[in-house]
């Protein structure tokens, strides 16, 4: 067999593993951004707050806030975010549980440098008390950080919508 089927094979394979894993959520919807810094001719330093939907769970919007670098790095696109990310996820309408949820499964990642950091964000159930438990951390290959942040949500009625219970749905 040729080097180049076998690349094609496992590449193939590769593929279709990443596409059967949970859902991930979309790109976050960016609410603004503020300067932390002054530079005078590269971009500033800033702080933006972002919003994101869990995708298997409906009614659910978890917003954060992360650095974000300016100076020459950050206009190139290369410069390597900090771990500092604040959390807070929030019912905003009947919670509605898709599919089945790991405890701790990833539900959004997020790029922090162009050398294998990322930022993401797990949830969880807590099934005693019926509460879905966000956690915000950073990790990389050789050096994550133990920098994070937790929210949480009570799974409460909506309206005339009973309240679901997460522990029904842990995988």
Known sequence: MRL???????????????????????DPDLIFKESTTFKWVTPNDKI??????DPEVEGVACYFAAAERGGVAGMFGVAEETSDVSLACRQVGPIQFKNKIGQGSEMFNQRRSIWFKKMRISRGCDAKRNVLVYLVYSDKLVDGSPK??????????????????????IR
């Open 48 to 53: 933006a707050t972002y919003a994101i939907d």
């Open 4 to 26: 180049g089927s076998v690349l094609t094979a496992a590449l193939t394979t590769v593929s279709l593993l990443a596409c059967a894993g949970p859902a991930l959520a979309a």
């Open 148 to 169: 994070n942040s937790i929210s949480s949500v009570p799974i409460m009625p909506w309206g005339d919508t009973p309240a679901a219970k997460c522990g029904d749905f």
